[in-house]
């Protein structure tokens, strides 16, 4: 069963830029899509940005043109560059499989505070 443990929230500023980090244990990261979710105070959690194995990328509506998924096989990584963050961006982010049902088992999340 794949783990996720992510990194890299933060305490920012309004139009800050964060990188978020998601490590994937398994060997068989590779063969998966993966996505980044979020889930905000009192709301469903929900999908942001998913890369696919052969690098296909899909985004939200609110946060296309401001952040960009990225993956490094090598590393069973996948990141998050989060750029001109908004209030509303305020969440804890999640890493999952992307582009299909998301497994079971979630990691602990990152919490990310965009406020001044």
């Known amino acids: ?21 998601c490590a994937a244990s398994g060997s068989i990261f ?25 690098g296909i990328r899909n985004y939200a509506d609110s946060v296309k ?16 560059q989060m750029n001109s963050l908004k209030p509303e961006d305020t969440a804890v982010y999640y890493c999952n499989r992307g582009f299909a049902r998301p497994f079971g088992n979630w990691g602990q999340g990152t919490q990310v505070t965009v406020n001044s």
Do not use: C, H
């Not at 069963?1 to 980090?21: D, H, I, K």
């Not at 590779?30 to 052969?54: C, D, F, N």
């Open 65 to 80: 043109g401001r952040f960009t998924i990225s993956r490094d096989n090598a590393k069973n990584t996948v990141y998050l």
């Open 30 to 54: 590779s063969q998966y899509a993966m996505g980044w979710y979020r889930q905000a105070p009192g709301k469903q959690r929900e999908l942001v940005a998913s890369i696919g194995t052969s």
């Open 1 to 21: 069963q794949v783990q996720f443990v992510e990194s890299g929230g933060g305490l920012v500023q309004p139009g800050g830029s964060l990188r978020l980090s």
